[in-house]
Structures are given as C-alpha cells and as structure tokens.
C-alpha cells in the first residue's frame, strides 16, 4: 500500500458494513464543508450526506473486491478522501488492477442505479445538458440538488480519479502497468506520467476554468509526483 491511514481520535466514527470496518476521522467532515462552498445549513449538510456516501461506496468497491482475494480489508475517511486498505492478501498485477478499478467502477455503477431510479419512476433531471428520463421533472428542490450532486460526484470524481495521476487510483494503474512491463524503470515512467499530466490539468484548470482549487489540487499532484521521482521511487538499478 502506498498510503497510511492517519492516527486516531476520540472523536473518530466507527462502524461496519457488510462486515468491512469503517473509520471516519474527524477531518473528513471538515474537508466536505469546505469543498461544499458556500452554502446555508441544509445545503451543507447534504453535500456532506452526499459526499459521505460516494466516497463510502467507492471505497466499499475497493474493499470487497479485496475481500474477494482473500484480504482483510477496512476502510478509514479522511480528510480529502478515504483509504481501502488490506492485509493477508497475495496480489499480483493483474489482481491490483482489479481491486484499484474496483473503486471508480463501484462509484458508475451507483450512479447507474440512480439514473435507473429516475427512469424508472418516470422522472428526468437535466445533467450538464443531458436529459436522464423522459417523464414529468423532479418536483422537491431538495431531492433534484441530491440526485445531481450524487450523479456529479459519482460520475465526473470517478473520471477524474482515473487520470494517470499518482496517488489517484488511475495512478497507481499505470504504476503497476509500468512495473509489470518495465520493473526496472517502469516506477519512474509512471511517475514522469503522473508529473506531465497532472500539470497539465492543473495549468487548464487555473488558465481555462478559472477553478484554483482544482489547480492547486493537481499543482501538489505533480509537486509530490517529482518529489518521489527524485526522492528515491525511481528507476531501480
């Protein structure tokens, strides 16, 4: 694993589903406020709902699919994010692409489900243009700002975490591509990847969009990227 889960707290929340632990540090929550903008109480608080959720399902598709490997998986939320991580596992490339994949592709599949949701109850919402369904509109406020802001985060964040951007999880794909193909210099392609297009985003992001926190969220993407490229995660001699 090429993470840590971050060190506990008395005011963790802890639970379980289908038998996979479930920590929440208290950080999560402060991060979703703030990546919800400005917004009153009820808003706020179902951005977080919303945000709780996704990132839960995404990381319950890396767990169970570790599980299915033979791992002990748990999963720990934090900060900008969660962490599925395991033990007791024997993996190979083939098996780390699968359990990595399995986050995003958890996250589609829900939103898959909610769009089937709309259909099937022959609703519609407009999403960025696109109609999903073809009956009368959504009629509580409440409820369309929930289903767009599930389809959003479920949709556009798991296309975005496949970008070939260490520690993303399409980062950690291509690391272990790479090092199937290349061991010797297969860590250090990945990472000059990683550097490349992360600063791309970033530069589009600030210059086209205006977006400074996109910016500077994959401004640090291909900062960190160098740094374990010249800090020893390179080229094995």
Request: hydrophobic content about 50%; charged content about 10%; some cysteine.
């Amino acid at each position: 694993m090429f993470f840590a889960d971050p060190p506990r707290t008395q005011f963790d929340l802890n639970f379980s589903v289908l038998g996979i632990p479930v920590r929440v540090h208290p950080m999560f929550w402060l991060v979703c406020l703030l990546l919800g903008g400005d917004r009153d109480v009820g808003a706020a608080l179902r951005w977080v709902g919303v945000v709780f959720v996704s990132i839960l399902v995404h990381e319950m598709g890396h767990a169970l699919v570790a599980r299915s490997y033979g791992a002990n998986p748990w999963i720990t939320l934090y900060s900008f994010g969660g962490l599925a991580s395991y033990r007791g596992a024997r993996t190979d490339t083939k098996s780390s692409i699968a359990i990595t994949l399995a986050g995003p592709m958890a996250g589609f599949l829900f939103a898959g489900l909610i769009a089937a949701a709309i259909i099937a109850t022959r609703h519609r919402i407009d999403f960025f243009g696109s109609m999903i369904g073809t009956g009368s509109p959504l009629e509580n406020e409440n409820v369309r700002q929930i289903v767009f802001q599930l389809l959003y985060v479920n949709i556009f964040w798991g296309l975005v975490n496949l970008l070939p951007v260490f520690p993303l999880d399409g980062g950690q794909i291509s690391m272990s591509l790479f090092q199937a193909f290349n061991p010797r210099e297969g860590a250090a392609q990945a990472l000059w990847l990683s550097v490349i297009v992360a600063a791309a985003v970033a530069t589009a992001s600030f210059v086209l969009r205006h977006d400074y926190f996109l910016a500077l969220f994959f401004g640090y993407m291909a900062y960190s990227s160098y740094a374990l490229l010249t800090g020893g995660f390179g080229p094995r001699r």
